[in-house]
């Protein structure tokens, strides 16, 4: 394999210290979860040397492990996920908390599958008290109008390069385009 350049060494170890805060406060009460820990560590046995899944340990899939774990800290409330950021911060680790919705909205549109997943739950969310700032009608019909190309495709983006899948998830894409003479969500074939 390989040797992995220093940038991406130093971006491996710095998302290791962030799974290390995690695990340190899903290890405790009261927010222990055994299921937690158990994910972060996988997120962090395939980010350093010796990998678990060679495959996955360049930028790309680092970004995916990041994006996989810092998922749940994005869209999470809670003591706790405050605590989380405010160690991140304070650790001076180069990640920010990211409010996928809001970018949504002010760039106008939602650019994939992850995004539309995360808008929808963000929806369930708010009618159980997170606050979007009164947007959330706005939010509804941004996602309705990509559920309705979803129902057409089950891919909806312009291409594959568009998205970040998973290489099986990418083959079944392929194979699904194949099948139906290139769907494109502009409706071009």
Not at 18 to 47: F, G, M, N, Q, T
Not at 51 to 62: C, E, F, Q, S, T
Request: some cysteine; glycine content about 6%.
């Amino acid at each position: 394999m390989k040797p992995k350049s220093a940038k991406y060494l130093a971006r491996a170890q710095a998302f290791c210290e962030a799974v290390d805060l995690a695990v340190a406060i899903r290890s405790a009460p009261p927010w222990e979860d055994k299921r937690d820990v158990e994910h972060y560590l996988w997120c962090k046995e395939r980010a350093l040397p010796p990998y678990k899944d060679p495959v996955i340990a360049n930028p790309r899939g680092l970004a995916e492990l990041e994006n996989i774990f810092f998922t749940p800290w994005n869209e999470g409330i809670g003591e706790d996920v405050e605590c989380f950021w405010q160690l991140v911060a304070e650790r001076g680790l180069p990640f920010e908390r990211k409010d996928i919705v809001r970018d949504a909205l002010n760039r106008g549109r939602i650019n994939n599958e992850m995004e539309y997943q995360t808008i929808t739950d963000s929806i369930v969310i708010q009618q159980h008290g997170k606050d979007l700032g009164g947007r959330g009608r706005e939010i509804g019909q941004n996602a309705r109008s990509v559920r309705e190309a979803s129902e057409q495709a089950p891919f909806p983006l312009k291409t594959l390069e568009d998205c970040h899948f998973t290489p099986a998830r990418r083959r079944e894409a392929r194979a699904w385009q194949q099948e139906t003479n290139s769907y494109s969500i502009s409706g071009r074939k």
